[in-house]
């Protein structure tokens, strides 16, 4: 199967903790993307992870590629209420034709 | 990176009547895309507007419902026909780059009524 299972489906936090967010698949998938959708917007690509135990950060977000490439988690440090938004998990199936997991729904409060 | 603009941004008709998105783009591409995204839910791919030629749909969607024009490399709109409270979401226009990047318009949320 291609399916992406992102997990949790929801998380409400307070401003200033820590969490994380997965999207597993049963398939080895040869690169992933994270994107982030806020609000009466379209989803907005953050990282591509591609190599096999890569991480990637950015600012406040670190991003891992699982060793065997099924797996990858994203975890933001000192939650800010702008990280507010659904984080997608997704990858490309050839052509451009990208599947994308259900989604992680983060509430930031303040 | 591409600058997408699509219109309506949102709307609100009638079960039974048609509705045409529009989405234009500030370069030439060559791949363009329409998603649906159902409330509360995720994005399906409709279909890739084939410029000069037919689109190519995604099972489940067909072109009686959902016909697609993309008559040049910077344009597409979309129609959702004969329209239910089913097919209530927002319907979003993406392009894609290279290294399999995806740029989308902000969207366009309809409710049917």
């Known amino acids: 199967t291609q399916l992406l299972e992102q997990s949790p489906q929801f998380l409400s936090i307070q401003e200033g903790e820590n969490l994380t967010v997965y999207c597993n698949s049963s398939s080895v998938f040869s690169s992933l993307q994270w994107y982030r959708q806020e609000p009466g917007e379209g989803p907005v690509l953050l990282v591509t992870v591609v190599t096999g135990g890569e991480v990637k950060k950015l600012k406040r977000l670190t991003f891992q590629f699982g060793d065997a490439r099924k797996d990858s988690s994203l975890h933001i440090t000192a939650a800010q209420t702008g990280d507010t938004g659904l984080y997608l998990c997704a990858r490309d199936t050839g052509g451009f034709k990208t599947i994308f997991g259900a989604g992680t729904r983060l509430f930031v409060k303040a | ?113």
């Open chain 2, 1 to 113: 990176s591409a600058v997408i603009s699509q219109k309506p941004s949102r709307d609100i008709c009638q079960r039974g009547t048609s509705l045409t998105i529009q989405c234009q783009v500030d370069s030439q591409v060559t791949m363009m895309f329409w998603y649906r995204q159902q409330p509360g839910q995720s994005l399906t791919l409709i279909a890739t507007a084939n410029q000069g030629s037919e689109a190519t749909y995604e099972s489940g969607f067909v072109i009686d419902k959902f016909p697609i024009s993309r008559p040049n490399l910077t344009f597409s709109t979309l129609t959702v026909s004969n329209m239910s409270p089913e097919d209530s979401s927002i319907y979003l226009c993406s392009v894609g780059s290279g290294n399999e990047k995806l740029f989308f318009g902000s969207g366009t949320q309809l409710s049917v009524l």
